[in-house]
Each structure stands twice: as C-alpha cells, then as structure tokens.
C-alpha cells in the first residue's frame, strides 16, 4: 500500500473523529504555536532594530566618536572595560583633528550633554530631561528634524544666545495650553526662550528624543558645563558607506597619531556606529533564542506523548478492524504504516494550526506594541519538521502494537 | 482446465495449543481433498475442530503438524507476509458478523483488498464497482454499512471477497445473522458463484443450509467423521 493512501486514509480517521482528535492535537499546537510566535516576533525585533532603531539612533553612514564604549554589549572583558575608563576626555583639540582628518565630509557635530536637569514653566515642570549642548549641525546629522520653529544656527553658536529647542514631549508638558515658540522656559536656574520644537518620535526608543532640549554648545559650556572643553561626542556623517569607511580609518589614524599610540597599542577612545546596537540587540536575543527551544521541546514532548497515548487508545479500540484488514491481506508493514501514517498526520496537522496560530499571535502582536512581526520561511520548514518527527516518534510503539495484532484473537473481539 | 483439479490437500494436518498446563488438541491428523469448483459444508459439534480447521484452510493460523498444499503450493512453513498475500489473493472471506469497516463507504470496503494488493486507483475502483453489480448493489456502493440491511451488508462482504478472484470462498456462518428469507437470498447468490466455477468452503451449524452445499465435511473431537456427498456435482458449462 502505497504512503500516499495512508495519509489519505488517516486524514478521513482524523475527520471522522473530530472532537478527539482536536484533544490530540493540542500539545502540538501549542508547542509549534509558541515557536512560531517567538520566532515571529524576534524576527521583526531583529529587522526592527536593523532598518529603523539603528538607522535613527546612530544614522546611516554615521560614525560617532566618544571617550569609551557606553553601549553594554557583554562582549568586552573586564580588563577592556577597566582601561577604557582610564580613556582621556575628548575635548575641542579633537573635534579639530576629526575635522582636519576628513575634509570631505558632509556633516559634522559634536555636544556635551547632561540628564536629570529640571525645565520649567511657571508651574508646570519636566523633572528629567535631556540638556544637549551641541554644534550647529547637531540635530541636522542626528536627523531630527524641527516641527514647528527653527532649528539652531550658527548666529546662536556664536553669540552664545540662550536660545532652546524643545523636544515634543517636553513641549507638551510645559506648554500644554500653546504654541511653545517664543515662550520662556527655565532651565535650572537660567532663562531660555524656546524657538522651535522637535517632532515627536514616540515608538521604543525615540522616548529619549522627545525629552531633549537642545541649546548652542558654547551656551551650555558658559551655563551648564563642568568641564568647559569637554566634549561627549563627535559625530561625522559622509555621504556613502564607502566614504563612511575611509573617514573613519582616517579620523583612527589620526587620533591616534595625536595621541602617540604605538601600533598594537588599543585605541584609547570609541567608535560608535549603528553596529554597536545591532550586538546588544544580538545578546538579547540571543538569550530568548536559547530559553525558546527548551520550552518548545517540552510542550512538543508532552504532545508527542499525548499522541501516543491517544493512538494506543485508538489501536485498542480498532483491534477487530485490524483483525478484518490482516484477514483480507494487510501485511504487519500496512497495519504499520497504516498507523504511523495516522500519527504523523495529526502531528503534521497540529503543527500546521499551531503555524497559522504564531503567525496570527505574532502580528497581533504587532498591532498592540509598536515591534513590527515577520515570519521567516525557515521557521515554517522547522516546525513542520518537528511536527513530522514528533508524529512518528509518538506513533511508532502504537503502530508497533497494532502490527503484532493476531488476525483471529483481533476478529474475536467486540 | 481439468475439473478434477485438487485445490486443497491436507495430509495429517494437526493442531495444539497451550491453555497454561494443558494442551488442546484442536485437530488431530485431518486429510481431505477439495477439487475445483467443490461446493463444500463443513458441519460439527462445537470443539469439534472446524472453526479451527476454517482458520488452517484460510491461512489466518499455521499447523503445529501436517500439511495443507493450496493449488500445489505448501503453505503450512510460510512466513507471515506470505501467508497475507495468499489470503489477499488466494482467500475470500465471508463471515457471520459480516466484519465491514464501519465508517468506510461499500465500495471502500471493496476496495480494501485491492488497496493491499497494490493495484491502481483506477482499476481498483473499476473492479470494486463490477464486482458490487454482481451481487446486486450497483446503486449503493456509498453507503455505510449501518445504512445498508443485514442482506445486502452481506452482498458486500460476498462482493469484498471476490473482487481478487480467490481460488476459495471461505464463508463462516454466512446466514448466521440473516432471516430465512434473507438467508435464502445469500444461499441463492452463492448457488450462482458455484455455477460460473467458485470453489465454495462453508461452516454451518444448520442442516438446512448445509444441504446448499454438494457434499458434507462432518468434524468430531478434531478429526474427520464423514464425507457425505447429498448432491450430484453438475459439470461447468451446463
């Protein structure tokens, strides 16, 4: 008897009892439900992360400079995190060497910046934002781009003005009843007047944004600064990814020859580009990617056993039929794949429900939290492996008994 | 082809079996002879030996002693599989409970012997459905056998047996279950099978149905008592 007619014939048993197969089903369900709707989700975290996260946070074709390394990837070893803090400030000298090390490049800013400042207006407060003191082309290369107002400039810069761009949500809670340009805030103790506000980012990560003040970096060095050269960062954006590579193997050299670094010697300062998120990204999920298999192997196992009984249950009731099949010319290997074939069908079954489930949950999913789904096509190939594997595993002892049935005690029994 | 031809021979066919400490002897050295075309009854007290003897000639057991040659092949050292093909081919069983497959429609049921022969879907189901016009139920074949009567769940359990043109019908009890007008319909189909050449095996219990039959096999205590022919054996042909 061919495999073919097996399956057909099982896909009529699992039809003709409905209810109990339901039952049967449902530990693989589950098992492939929550595989698929991890893997889902996980999926569209990762492309989440790639195209959007990293792309905003850091920029494309963006590469930042920065004392050491802020973003914990748990890939550095105690001692690269110990010499990092012994890593010399960056002051205005290095925006200078950055600058003089790519002349081509198309946008360039540096910023001090601080958390926890409290702005005020009258008696509405934002308690903790994020107060940046940063270089004309500051919210330019960041791409933030303003909603209502104007953005810093130069004139700013130069005369020092105590002038505020606010970010949406900051604007929301001190201004809640106008328009924010042109009004006044304090910031500590100093009085700003606000000349434009930023567009709300909202979603995970643009929070941040939305709480930020910006004002012209030598304002924030003559009010707020501790350090006055100091600078937190230095961002170059070029304009290609081939220019992004040599600008930054130039700005390297050129620090470092600033810096007398011998060769061998580690850099005593951080490049920060989108691929330092993408490994925190990859740690994290590479944690839910370990704890996922294990759960999913145990629901797949108590399914798999689930089956197996429900199939014994099954032979023992079919013992006559098995007896009238054997009679008219069913070898053990038809009884056999006879039930193994309905075995493997109900598995399959319930891994292709429990596919459609994840895929249903995963984009439900996307629709409540703002993290985007997508399904890869290797998780479907997997989960239906498994459902196939876990069936025939499950049926083979039941088929087993089936097979081993002797034709005239089966014809005997009720 | 020669009328005389011997389908089954059996010389000292034997069986025992353990029940705990003691052996049964269920058969106890049988001989006997069945040509083509035979119409046979085998009649006997119960523990006589013929349920087991039935069970021997339809290749569902082996002998513990003995042989049995069905058409001029010894099948009594024959491994499992071989013996599933023989009853695939060689054996059409027709049994008192009828034994269909319950969910299954009359022509699957038909079909199933086909299935396990590994014939072609196409020609499966055209066997299926002139073998259930031969018995009379063309115009049922999906029905379930809880749709159909006692009688015409036996047609197709007679057209089940056939559809693999076995060398025996083997039927136990076969009106068993049936009223006599019932009863006299199945006797009245197997009367015309005989008729186009099937050999015809049949275990009864009741006189009346035994003398369907053309000769008379009687069992007592696992072994033969008599062989009484009741009727004339009528040539093929006339």
Known sequence: ?414 | MNDNDIIIETRGLTKEYQMGSETIYALRGVDLEIQRNEYVAVMGPSGSGKSTLMNLIGCLDTPTGGEYILNSVAVQGLEDDELARIRNREIGFVFQTFNLLPRASALHNVELPLIYAGVSSKERSERAKAALERTGLGDRMEHKPNELSGGQRQRVAIARALVNEPSILLADEPTGNLDSVTSADIMDVFESLHEAGQTIIMVTHELEISEHALRTITLRDGMIESYDAHREQRPVGV
């Not at chain 1, 003709?16 to 698929?36: D, Q």
């Not at chain 1, 905003?56 to 074709?61: A, I, K, R, T, Y």
């Not at chain 1, 963006?62 to 990092?84: D, M, Y």
């Not at chain 1, 500590?188 to 930020?212: K, N, T, W």
């Open chain 1, 1 to 414: 008897m061919k495999p073919l007619e097996g399956v057909v014939l099982a896909l009529q048993q699992v039809w003709a009892h409905k209810l109990k197969s339901a039952f049967t089903l449902l530990g693989v369900v589950i098992g492939v439900t929550f595989l698929i709707a991890v893997i889902t989700i996980v999926e569209g975290m990762n492309r989440y992360v790639k195209e959007d996260v990293a792309g905003s946070l850091f920029g494309v074709n963006t590469f930042t400079v920065v004392r050491r390394n802020r973003v914990q990837t748990g890939t550095q070893s105690v001692q690269e995190r110990r010499r990092a803090a012994r890593n010399p400030d960056l002051t205005l000298h290095e925006v200078e060497i950055v600058r003089e090390a790519v002349p081509d490049y198309w946008l360039l800013s540096y910023y001090q910046d601080r958390y926890g400042l409290e702005a005020r207006r009258g008696d509405n407060r934002y308690r903790r934002v994020r107060l940046i003191g940063g270089s004309p082309d500051h919210s330019e290369l960041q791409g933030w781009d303003i909603e209502r107002g104007r953005g810093l400039t130069t004139l700013d810069e130069n005369r020092g003005l105590r002038n505020a761009v606010i970010g949406s949500s900051v604007a929301e809670r001190l201004f809640p009843d106008g328009d924010p340009v042109g009004g006044e805030i304090r910031l500590g103790p100093h009085r700003f007047r606000v000349i434009g506000v930023f567009e709300e980012q909202g979603g995970l990560f643009g929070s941040i944004r939305d709480a930020a003040v910006l004002v012209p970096f030598s304002t924030y060095r003559q009010n707020f600064s501790q350090s006055r050269n100091d600078v937190d960062a230095i961002s170059v954006k070029m304009r290609t990814e081939e220019e992004f590579e040599a600008a930054r193997l130039s700005v390297e050299a050129a620090l470092r020859t600033d810096r007398a670094l011998r060769p061998g010697e580690p850099n005593t300062f951080h490049f920060e580009t989108s691929d330092d998120i993408l490994d925190t990204w990859r740690s994290i999920s590479r944690i839910l990617f370990m704890a996922v298999p294990g759960l999913v192997a145990i629901s797949l196992v108590v399914g798999g056993i689930v089956i197996m009984n429900i199939m014994l249950m099954s032979v023992a009731g079919r013992v006559k039929e098995i007896g009238i099949r054997k009679a008219i010319g069913a070898r053990k290997r038809d009884i056999l794949l006879q039930f193994l074939a309905e075995a493997s069908t109900l598995s399959l079954l319930g891994a292709a429900i429990g596919i459609l489930l994840g895929i249903g949950l995963g984009y439900l999913a996307d629709a409540i939290f703002p993290v985007p789904a997508a399904v890869p096509a290797w998780a479907l190939a997997v989960a239906l492996t498994l459902g196939l594997l876990v069936g025939v595993a499950s049926g083979i002892y039941p088929a087993w008994k089936a097979a081993a049935q002797d034709p005239i005690v089966a014809l005997r029994s009720e």
